[in-house]
């Protein structure tokens, strides 16, 4: 077989025959470690663990270098049945535009920068500034004269919403 072949048979078929080439080359060392062991027993206690090492070790590289399966994988996904619809949806905090008059009901972990912070994602700090100060004043009567003191359970309406 010339080289010329090789490029064109594809790589399982030169895997196949890289593979059919290692074994020859085993069964032989097999063969003369066998005709060692009858003429010499102590050469062939020196030689074969060393040996076997090495074609223990030679045999984990190639079978941890060599991918699983060679070429394309088209088609893999043929046959499975694909949801109508989408298997989740987007939580309320990671909505691109909250509704404008929606009641915030306050959760504990909150402060009033993180709400303003969920009902104007595109703000810079000093807008969000602006805002808590807005949301404070819009909710006065039920936040307290602390802006930075909030509760569970207080429901804050957004500014104009009132």
């Known amino acids: 077989m010339r080289m010329d072949d090789l490029s064109t048979l594809g790589w399982e078929t030169a895997l196949r025959w890289l593979l059919a080439a290692v074994l020859a080359v085993w069964v032989l060392w097999w063969l003369l ?3 060692l062991a009858l003429v010499d027993r102590r ?3 020196r030689l074969g663990p060393p040996l076997l090492r090495a074609l223990l070790v030679t045999g984990a590289v190639v079978a941890t270098a060599t991918p699983a399966r060679a070429g394309s994988t088209q088609g893999a996904l043929d046959g499975l049945a694909l949801p109508e619809r989408p298997l989740t ?3 309320t905090a ?4 909250p509704p404008a008059a929606e009641v915030h009901v306050v959760v504990a972990g909150e402060s009033l920068w993180s709400i303003v912070r969920d009902h104007s994602p595109g ?5 969000t500034v602006a805002e808590v100060a807005r ?3 819009a909710n006065r009567d039920v ?3 602390d802006p930075d ?3 569970p359970g207080q429901r804050l309406d957004p500014p104009g919403a009132r």
Do not use: F, K, M, V
């Open 94 to 97: 990671h909505r691109s535009t």
């Open 123 to 127: 703000a810079d700090d000093n807008g």
């Open 33 to 35: 470690g066998l005709a």
């Open 149 to 151: 003191l909030i509760h």
């Open 43 to 45: 050469l062939a206690a």
């Open 143 to 145: 936040i307290g004269p």
């Open 89 to 91: 949806q987007t939580p």
């Open 135 to 137: 949301w404070h004043h």
